[in-house]
């Protein structure tokens, strides 16, 4: 299953992730060949997703899966969809022109940060009958993608100099006139649609509830992040397909209980996360006192703490 894919040339796996929205629970997962591009993975969980569909069900996806064939393909199938899409051609060149009129009055609070957004026009897009377009600015993370893309590039060009493969991405960056320099004029060109996207949708839902919506999708790349770091699901140390299926399901099966940990904590308004609760329950243990002549033991529970007593009840333990 390991192939060399996009972005490694280490060989890798792909794992496709469902959740539902509000607290991030996992509905699937399903595994790919490291080989298989994004778009592609599509289908597949479409079809999987379809045992999930209810009346009001709408998918939320980004610019990697929003291929034409695939919105399309989730709107024939009953699904309403909410996706950011590639800004090339005529959408790149309204995206940078719409974004030149957004004011205080476009702001749209996300979670911890503020956006420039503001419904649009809706252009023909592939065909849709019922579809919206926002132009959204993340002046956040513009800054942020500007920044990593700046120190890349520096990075890159020590690399070169020792002889150490780059990324193709980079190459267009770096111009030898004598000596290794930064084009800047490429990181310029580069920069235009930093922090920039359209989003489309086929939902009747309020405007900022659309955007607010596809933001939230950073719960899927959070759920990722923490599969990878706090549960440890890569590197991959197996070979035989049936261990790497297995390794990665016990990896899901702790994340789902985690999220649902996560559910449990939320509805009683306790803001720890599932890691900091266990770590918290760590320190509970019992005393068992045993009397050897009268035969007799008792097993006492240490008292536990008032935040550990509010754990107790939320989790009903």
């Known amino acids: 299953m390991a192939k060399r894919g996009h972005g490694s040339d280490l060989p890798q796996i792909g794992i496709g992730l469902a959740t539902e929205s509000q607290y991030g629970i996992p509905l699937f997962h399903h595994i790919f060949d490291g080989n298989v591009f994004d778009a592609k993975t599509f289908p597949i969980i479409l079809a999987r ?176 992040e923490f599969l990878k770091s706090t549960l440890s699901i890569q590197p991959v140390r197996h070979w035989l397909t049936g261990r790497v299926r297995a390794h990665i399901f016990i990896c899901y099966l702790a994340y789902f209980h985690l999220s649902w940990m996560n559910m449990l904590l939320k509805t009683h308004e306790i803001t720890m996360s599932p890691v900091k609760v266990l770590e918290s329950l760590e320190t509970i243990y019992k005393v068992k006192l045993t009397d050897k002549k009268a035969s007799a033991s008792i097993t006492k529970t240490v008292s536990l703490t008032k935040e550990q007593e509010e754990i107790y009840k939320a989790l009903n333990l």
């Open 49 to 224: 997703l379809k045992e999930f569909k209810r009346e009001k069900c709408t998918l939320v996806f980004d610019r990697g899966v929003s291929s034409r064939k695939n919105v399309q393909e989730a709107v024939d199938t009953g699904f309403d969809v909410t996706a950011c899409i590639a800004l090339r051609g005529n959408l790149k060149q309204r995206a940078l022109q719409e974004s030149e009129t957004l004011t205080v009055e476009h702001l749209v609070k996300l979670s911890s940060v503020f956006i420039y957004a503001k419904e649009i026009e809706p252009e023909p897009v592939w065909g849709l009958d019922k579809v919206r377009m926002i132009v959204c600015l993340n002046t956040s993370l513009r800054e942020q993608i500007r920044q990593s893309r700046y120190h890349e590039i520096t990075e890159a060009i020590e690399k070169i100099k020792k002889g150490i493969k780059i990324k193709d991405g980079l190459k267009r960056y770096i111009r030898v006139n004598g000596d290794l320099q930064i084009d800047y004029e490429k990181v310029k060109e580069g920069e235009q649609c930093d922090g920039l996207s359209i989003i489309i949708t086929t939902t009747d839902l309020p405007f900022e509830k659309v955007v607010k919506t596809y933001f939230a999708k950073d719960m899927v790349e959070k759920s990722f």
